[in-house]
């Protein structure tokens, strides 16, 4: 071999060969460091199976012999006892015999899926305590020969089917028929005109209000083949929902082009003549501002961008009196429509059903949001579609579904109070629905959610709590998502941590353990404020929904209040508005938050949250318990219980079965929550950088994994104040016996140690 002479080497090839050594030596450290994270991974695995157990939920039979089904708080009919109608005070539901009701409610789809199906649904559903479904359909024809008008007669069918199967066993419905975002333009359809959505359209193009008030007719006015009734006669049926998320003063008014917003443009003009006389005493009030959209010789008024009506502007600013102009028209217009829809299902096809307008949000929850609620109130129920979804997803398919490679981040609300949905500023004397809800994953901090929704709806008095969503008739194992693409579903409900926490949180809810707190603040608002779109004094959480926001999260750090938002999870917030001026009254929050401590109290006295430390409990005579980060927090003392844990993370209640306090009843539910993955599934930490630029540090899908769901083995330990009870039960998934806990007792209390296989537990 002969001896290379190092003398010949020039530069570049030294720096070749220096370049293609490092090379080789990342590639080989990099084999390494992923042949050592797949060890670390497959150790990881084994450790999990170890600390899970699965849940292999069979088929609900609906067994006789079943302790724990809540059948019985539903009517043996729903309406029974005739329609759903306000409360003295017009702030709640009460039933045809004037007895007050609460929802527990959710989003069913199995109405697709034939009414056998649907049966079977509704029964899985009233024994674990719901009874309130909606249906989120479309009305509008889906072949592509009909015309505009006419109606999706399968759809109705489905719906029919859908009122006489829930109906049986005790569950209402809200019915929502009209989605302008999944509405697709026909070729044969003369509207949309030039625009290429639906969106906005239906509060003022009078051949789409002539489209959808048949709609109408033909959904409601039809005799039901398998009740015997009408929709509009069926008191089965408590609200109707006019439309689902869209309006006037969200992002989607932009998308209005051509012929479509010509229309509009004129309405504005003659909105303007009837308000000043002409439009060029409209134009010398705007202080002759003008924008290139205008032509008033043909009374064409334009509008400016959405995104406009969101800045500050100077109190000198020309454009301020004319964007005045522009909101209270908008507003106006979508109040219009909701007062004439009213009247045309009233007057014209005796619809008895109480009337939700909407549910969506604007463009700016500051400085618009109050200007939709007001629209509503041409109805009677107030209705918001809000989500937790723990911080960001992203990933091509995060829309609707989550597949390897998608980034997330996991962050529990119990550290992010400013996110919770029910963050709702409530219109004074109208009930409050939220018509779509979920704790969305791929967050995995899913146990505390119906925990939360339970104390917090009772606490504030908000009516109906509609979880989103329900594609299967009973419980649903980790499976592609819409069933074709290999992935796990995102907007699923029927899950262990999810739909397996209602049965004790919808039992105390229902049932009225959890006091309504009085108002904490009582906000006037005069419209001539909200058309100048000022701030209020207090407003709610941004929400975020990856289908339709412009911005990449939930982001609540910057919004503009003069009293604390944490105020929302002290007692009801309400507002009223009204044509002259008063007082608004907010109570001295300084009792109830330490922002120091990060610790929020209730009014009542009965709810905790700690937020530091991530945690929050429920403490009354019939219900308590605790959620959150428990192993930190050592024993929980409550008042007739005492929760240990060695669980990082977990959801306990602790509820009377029989209506009397925990210290003397003779039977009492316990019900645990932790964490559930599909069997396989792996993250990972990474740090990537979001749409907007920013960096965020959490965790990678490598493997979504399969069926069956594995949870967290729980450990804790329970004492409770009552030595009535002698026996403890431990329960499947679907509340059949299926053995026995050892229970310590003295003479003051009994104590237990709760079985790490399991959800419920029934003491007596």
């Given at each position: 071999?002969?001896?290379?002479?190092?003398?010949?080497?020039?530069?570049?090839?030294?720096?070749?060969?220096?370049?293609?050594?490092?090379?080789?030596?990342?590639?080989?450290?990099?084999?390494?460091?992923?042949?050592?994270?797949?060890?670390?991974?497959?150790?990881?695995?084994?450790?999990?199976?170890?600390?899970?157990?699965?849940?292999?939920?069979?088929?609900?039979?609906?067994?006789?012999?079943?302790?724990?089904?809540?059948?019985?708080?539903?009517?043996?009919?729903?309406?029974?006892?005739?329609?759903?109608?306000?409360?003295?005070?017009?702030?709640?539901?009460?039933?045809?015999?004037?007895?007050?009701?609460?929802?527990?409610?959710?989003?069913?789809?199995v109405w697709r899926k034939g009414y056998?199906?649907?049966?079977?649904?509704?029964?899985?559903?009233?024994?674990?305590?719901?009874?309130?479904?909606?249906?989120?359909?479309?009305?509008?024809?889906?072949?592509?020969?009909?015309?505009?008008?006419?109606?999706?007669?399968?759809?109705?069918?489905?719906?029919?089917?859908?009122?006489?199967?829930?109906?049986?066993?005790?569950?209402?419905?809200?019915?929502?028929?009209?989605?302008?975002?999944?509405?697709?333009?026909?070729?044969?359809?003369?509207?949309?005109?030039?625009?290429?959505?639906?969106?906005?359209?239906?509060?003022?193009?009078?051949?789409?209000?002539?489209?959808?008030?048949?709609?109408?007719?033909?959904?409601?006015?039809?005799?039901?083949?398998?009740?015997?009734?009408?929709?509009?006669?069926?008191?089965?049926?408590?609200?109707?929902?006019?439309?689902?998320?869209?309006?006037?003063?969200?992002?989607?008014?932009?998308?209005?082009?051509?012929?479509?917003?010509?229309?509009?443009?004129?309405?504005?003009?003659?909105?303007?003549?009837?308000?000043?006389?002409?439009?060029?005493?409209?134009?010398?009030?705007?202080?002759?501002?003008?924008?290139?959209?205008?032509?008033?010789?043909?009374?064409?008024?334009?509008?400016?961008?959405?995104?406009?009506?969101?800045?500050?502007?100077?109190?000198?600013?020309?454009?301020?009196?004319?964007?005045?102009?522009?909101?209270?028209?908008?507003?106006?217009?979508?109040?219009?429509?909701?007062?004439?829809?009213?009247?045309?299902?009233?007057?014209?096809?005796?619809?008895?059903?109480?009337?939700?307008?909407?549910?969506?949000?604007?463009?700016?929850?500051?400085?618009?949001?109050?200007?939709?609620?007001?629209?509503?109130?041409?109805?009677?129920?107030?209705?918001?579609?809000?989500?937790?979804?723990?911080?960001?997803?992203?990933?091509?398919?995060?829309?609707?579904?989550?597949?390897?490679?998608?980034?997330?981040?996991?962050?529990?609300?119990?550290?992010?109070?400013?996110?919770?949905?029910?963050?709702?500023?409530?219109?004074?004397?109208?009930?409050?629905?939220?018509?779509?809800?979920?704790?969305?994953?791929?967050?995995?901090?899913?146990?505390?959610?119906?925990?939360?929704?339970?104390?917090?709806?009772?606490?504030?008095?908000?009516?109906?709590?509609?979880?989103?969503?329900?594609?299967?008739?009973?419980?649903?194992?980790?499976?592609?998502?819409?069933?074709?693409?290999?992935?796990?579903?995102?907007?699923?409900?029927?899950?262990?941590?999810?739909?397996?926490?209602?049965?004790?949180?919808?039992?105390?809810?229902?049932?009225?353990?959890?006091?309504?707190?009085?108002?904490?603040?009582?906000?006037?608002?005069?419209?001539?404020?909200?058309?100048?779109?000022?701030?209020?004094?207090?407003s709610e959480t941004k929400s975020f929904?990856?289908?339709?926001?412009?911005?990449?999260?939930?982001?609540?750090?910057?919004?503009?209040?003069?009293i604390n938002p944490l105020a929302f999870?002290?007692?009801?917030?309400?507002?009223?508005?009204?044509?002259?001026?008063?007082?608004?009254?907010?109570?001295?929050?300084?009792?109830?938050?330490?922002?120091?401590?990060?610790?929020?109290?209730?009014?009542?006295?009965?709810?905790?949250?700690?937020?530091?430390?991530?945690?929050?409990?429920?403490?009354?005579?019939?219900?308590?318990?605790?959620?959150?980060?428990?192993?930190?927090?050592?024993?929980?003392?409550?008042?007739?219980?005492?929760?240990?844990?060695?669980?990082?993370?977990?959801?306990?209640?602790?509820?009377?079965?029989?209506?009397?306090?925990?210290?003397?009843?003779?039977?009492?539910?316990?019900?645990?929550?932790?964490?559930?993955?599909?069997?396989?599934?792996?993250?990972?930490?990474?740090?990537?950088?979001?749409?907007?630029?920013?960096?965020?540090?959490?965790?990678?899908?490598?493997?979504?994994?399969?069926?069956?769901?594995?949870?967290?083995?729980?450990?804790?330990?329970?004492?409770?104040?009552?030595?009535?009870?002698?026996?403890?039960?431990?329960?499947?998934?679907?509340?059949?016996?299926?053995?026995?806990?050892?229970?310590?007792?003295?003479?003051?209390?009994?104590?237990?140690?709760?079985?790490?296989?399991?959800?419920?537990?029934?003491?007596?």
């Open positions: 071999m002969t001896k290379p002479n190092l003398n010949n080497l020039t530069f570049p090839l030294v720096l070749s060969l220096l370049l293609s050594f490092i090379t080789m030596s990342c590639a080989l450290k990099n084999q390494a460091s992923s042949q050592e994270d797949i060890i670390t991974q497959a150790a990881a695995n084994n450790n999990r199976e170890k600390e899970t157990w699965p849940f292999e939920a069979g088929r609900d039979n609906y067994d006789k012999n079943a302790l724990l089904d809540l059948r019985y708080l539903n009517e043996k009919i729903a309406g029974e006892s005739g329609f759903i109608r306000l409360s003295s005070d017009e702030k709640d539901f009460v039933k045809g015999d004037g007895k007050s009701i609460r929802f527990w409610a959710v989003n069913s789809d056998d199906a649907l049966q079977d649904n509704a029964k899985f559903l009233a024994k674990r305590g719901v009874n309130m479904v909606r249906w989120h359909g479309q009305s509008v024809g889906k072949n592509k020969n009909l015309p505009l008008q006419e109606i999706d007669k399968n759809a109705r069918q489905q719906l029919w089917e859908y009122v006489a199967a829930m109906k049986k066993e005790g569950i209402y419905l809200t019915i929502s028929p009209y989605y302008p975002n999944a509405l697709k333009p026909q070729k044969n359809w003369t509207i949309p005109r030039d625009s290429k959505t639906f969106h906005a359209l239906l509060f003022f193009d009078p051949e789409l209000q002539k489209a959808y008030k048949n709609w109408l007719k033909n959904l409601l006015e039809p005799v039901n083949p398998y009740t015997g009734i009408a929709l509009k006669d069926d008191p089965a049926i408590a609200i109707i929902q006019l439309q689902n998320e869209d309006s006037l003063l969200f992002w989607t008014f932009d998308q209005l082009k051509g012929r479509d917003l010509e229309i509009l443009k004129h309405q504005f003009s003659d909105w303007l003549i009837k308000k000043y006389g002409s439009l060029e005493k409209a134009s010398e009030a705007w202080g002759g501002v003008s924008i290139k959209e205008d032509n008033f010789d043909k009374k064409l008024v334009g509008f400016y961008k959405l995104w406009e009506l969101t800045k500050e502007q100077k109190f000198w600013s020309r454009k301020t009196k004319r964007m005045d102009d522009q909101t209270e028209f908008l507003t106006e217009k979508m109040y219009d429509f909701n007062t004439e829809i009213k009247r045309f299902l009233r007057e014209e096809i005796g619809a008895k059903q109480l009337i939700n307008a909407g549910n969506w949000k604007t463009a700016d929850p500051v400085k618009l949001n109050d200007l939709e609620r007001y629209s509503y109130t041409a109805t009677e129920v107030i209705g918001v579609n809000r989500y937790y979804n723990g911080g960001e997803h992203q990933g091509k398919f995060s829309g609707w579904a989550i597949v390897n490679g998608d980034k997330f981040t996991n962050r529990s609300v119990l550290f992010d109070p400013y996110s919770f949905p029910l963050n709702l500023k409530q219109v004074a004397n109208h009930p409050m629905i939220i018509s779509e809800s979920s704790w969305v994953p791929p967050l995995g901090y899913q146990s505390e959610g119906p925990f939360l929704v339970s104390i917090f709806q009772s606490l504030t008095g908000v009516d109906g709590f509609y979880w989103f969503s329900m594609k299967e008739p009973q419980w649903r194992q980790p499976s592609s998502a819409n069933g074709y693409k290999p992935s796990l579903g995102k907007w699923v409900i029927n899950t262990p941590e999810l739909l397996g926490n209602f049965p004790a949180a919808a039992l105390m809810y229902r049932q009225g353990y959890i006091k309504q707190g009085k108002p904490v603040i009582q906000e006037k608002r005069e419209l001539k404020d909200l058309w100048q779109r000022k701030a209020p004094l207090i929904d990856p289908n339709r926001d412009q911005e990449t999260a939930n982001s609540n750090n910057n919004l503009s209040n003069r999870l002290v007692g009801p917030v309400e507002v009223t508005y009204q044509d002259k001026s008063s007082q608004s009254q907010a109570l001295n929050l300084n009792e109830y938050i330490d922002e120091k401590a990060k610790i929020i109290r209730s009014i009542t006295g009965e709810i905790t949250w700690n937020y530091q430390q991530g945690f929050c409990t429920i403490n009354t005579p019939k219900a308590q318990g605790v959620t959150g980060f428990l192993k930190n927090l050592g024993t929980v003392k409550l008042g007739d219980t005492t929760i240990t844990s060695n669980n990082e993370y977990g959801t306990i209640l602790v509820v009377s079965m029989d209506n009397k306090p925990l210290n003397q009843s003779q039977q009492i539910l316990v019900q645990m929550g932790t964490i559930a993955r599909p069997t396989g599934w792996q993250q990972k930490e990474v740090t990537w950088q979001d749409k907007k630029g920013n960096l965020q540090q959490e965790f990678e899908v490598i493997n979504y994994g399969k069926a069956p769901w594995r949870l967290i083995k729980n450990d804790v330990t329970l004492t409770i104040n009552n030595p009535k009870l002698t026996q403890g039960t431990i329960l499947d998934a679907n509340g059949v016996a299926q053995g026995k806990v050892k229970l310590k007792s003295d003479n003051k209390q009994i104590s237990l140690q709760f079985p790490p296989n399991a959800k419920y537990l029934i003491l007596d």
